[in-house]
């Protein structure tokens, strides 16, 4: 993976081209943590177009894997450039792509050929199976087009200059300086500047919110999807490990990656045990867990501690990083624990993100008042992961060159996962559909890798109950944020909130703080409307909260929210969030 930057329809032409040259190459500057080994750029000949490319080398770490691309042609040059992960891209050069020599073993490198051969279409885009973040263009007429993954695991935003020209990054801070307008290119759609319109091209029957899944869960074909999700997520010319919190997905993650490594193509080093990584306030319940599945699977496991104040110290670098002031109690130890396994020479990491908005992890899914509830609950939360938990996972190990792979949110498990029945997937404590295990939170997922005879987890951490990466790690943490929130938030301060932010001010001292140290960093008149917006119970969506009286206008994304459900949350102190109308707190 990497950081792009193009800029596209320029209208200076040769004129401005060592201007803009200049001024392209200082931007994309600020995108170089993902991308520290190498930097290119491509600029078209009549000076329209430039596409700058910081590169991480993961996949053909040689020159012939330097983008961006080009295919010279008599008519002129096809240029582009991916941020990506293909893992079906050998399939394709032996079938769509046969006979072609493409001068690169890159998985990047096919979507200029497939451009070539078939056009700019939505089974070109359909039949990459990956992640990627895209821009094509084609010196020949003009034409460009941008795309974006299914889910959004790779970061796309995109812009307009006051020229007209139109600018894609995969980090909005390069785009503040020169384009009029910014927002984020979203995920499973393309630009074609043919039509001048965004064209969704990811179009799976389970994304229709009115669609309800009728079929019951099959627990050998999940498993063995999830399997196949994880094991084409090890190819690798670089050092891969995984980030393992010791619950149940990033466990799963790293039990199938232990198991499975040798029927990877092209794995780093097969042979090799592989490395685990976790973090935590000490004595945190992630560290005590993750230990016991590490020491389960025999990998080589490293464990690193932090202080509330060392994660204080590290919001205002996180914020910048990440581009966001949600997402920011898991993504202080996330970004703190990349820093480390990037210092130990890793380039690529697993997690567990997904599996929550997938199957209804979430502890405030024990309140969804039907089947037909809990299943659009589920499509909402994964169609915004790439607001939350993917902009983290991809952002904050970014911020040191890491890149983040996350099986779960496969193409073809989706499409497994998100078909199942959701009564299936509905918790009952009440319940043990096994006559052994409650039917928590999950149950399917856990079913589905329960095997006593060759166990891929210990049964306490198989059904162990869900905890929230900011939660498991400490908490202290969360509990020590709002309480440094509150004491240098002000009165004066909370009481001017209004005036401070007359657009959706905050709702409480925390994200006072945090909306400050955003808008210190972006102050550019779209930053704020890419920030979700909205209230929250335990991570859920807003439309959730009238699933139950007691969370109206509630703010609080701890599980430790859901009192009745969580271990821990008898003594939690939720507070209902500061209620706004017409601008007056009341």
């Not at 970061?155 to 785009?175: C, P, Q, T």
Request: glycine residues 6%; negative net charge.
């Amino acid at each position: 993976m990497c950081g792009i930057l193009a800029a596209l329809g320029l209208a200076g032409g040769q004129a401005e081209a060592e201007k803009n040259r200049r001024d392209i190459l200082r931007l994309s500057h600020l995108l170089k943590h993902r991308g520290p080994d190498q930097r290119s750029i491509y600029q078209a000949p009549d000076g329209r177009a430039f596409i700058s490319f910081e590169r991480l080398m993961i996949v053909d770490p040689t020159d012939t894997g330097r983008q961006p691309f080009q295919i010279p042609t008599p008519e002129g040059n096809i240029a582009w450039a991916l941020n990506s992960e293909i893992y079906n891209h050998q399939q394709i050069r032996d079938t769509k792509l046969a006979g072609i020599d493409l001068h690169s073993r890159s998985d990047s490198a096919i979507v200029g050929y497939l451009y070539q051969k078939y056009g700019d279409t939505n089974e070109l885009w359909n039949s990459l199976d990956g992640i990627f973040a895209c821009v094509i263009w084609d010196e020949r007429t003009g034409y460009f087009c941008a795309a974006r993954d299914p889910i959004g695991i790779c970061s796309l935003y995109w812009g307009r200059g006051a020229d007209g020209s139109v600018w894609f990054a995969s980090e909005m801070k390069a785009l503040q300086s020169r384009c009029e307008s910014i927002d984020i290119f979203p995920p499973g759609h393309v630009y074609r500047s043919s039509t001048g319109k965004l064209e969704r091209w990811f179009n799976p029957n389970w994304i229709d919110l009115s669609y309800n899944p009728t079929q019951h869960v099959d627990l050998p074909v999940l498993k063995q999807t999830f399997i196949d999700a994880v094991v084409k997520r090890l190819m690798s010319d670089a050092p891969l490990a995984i980030l393992l919190s010791g619950g149940l997905d990033s466990s799963l993650v790293a039990s199938v990656a232990v198991r499975h490594i040798k029927e990877a193509n092209n794995a780093f080093d097969p042979d090799h045990k592989l490395h685990t990584y976790s973090i935590g306030i000490k004595g945190s319940p992630d560290l005590v867990a993750a230990r016991k599945v590490a020491d389960f699977l025999g990998t080589i496991h490293h464990e690193f501690t932090f202080t509330v104040e060392e994660g204080i110290d590290a919001l205002y670098d996180l914020i910048w990083h990440i581009e966001s002031y949600e997402q920011v109690r898991a993504a202080v130890p996330m970004y703190l624990l990349s820093q480390r396994i990037k210092a130990m020479g890793m380039k690529v990491v697993l997690s567990g993100e997904g599996a929550d908005e997938i199957f209804g992890g979430y502890l405030y899914f024990h309140k969804a008042p039907s089947p037909e509830e809990y299943h659009k609950e589920c499509v909402r939360l994964v169609t915004r992961l790439h607001q939350w938990d993917v902009l983290r996972a991809n952002k904050a190990p970014f911020a040191f060159g890491l890149e983040t792979r996350v099986p779960f949110l496969d193409k073809q498990f989706l499409q497994v996962a998100m078909n199942i029945n959701a009564a299936d997937k509905m918790p009952n404590l009440s319940e043990k559909p096994d006559g052994v295990h409650p039917k928590l939170e999950k149950y399917i997922l856990r079913k589905a890798f329960d095997d006593p005879e060759q166990p891929y987890l210990p049964d306490e951490v198989l059904f162990r109950q869900k905890e929230q990466f900011s939660d498991g790690v400490g908490y202290d943490w969360v509990d020590g944020l709002k309480e440094y929130a509150a004491k240098v938030v002000t009165d004066e301060m909370w009481d001017s909130r209004f005036e401070r932010f007359p657009e959706h001010p905050p709702r409480t001292r925390e994200y006072y703080l945090l909306r400050s140290i955003f808008e210190t960093h972006f102050p550019h008149k779209d930053a704020l409307k890419t920030v979700p917006q909205g209230l929250s119970i335990a991570c859920s969506t807003p439309e959730a909260l009238k699933w139950d009286p007691e969370w109206e206008n509630m703010h609080e994304i701890s599980g430790r929210a859901i009192k009745t459900v969580h271990e821990a949350g008898a003594d939690f102190k939720l507070e209902k969030a500061q209620e706004v109308a017409n601008g007056v707190a009341h």
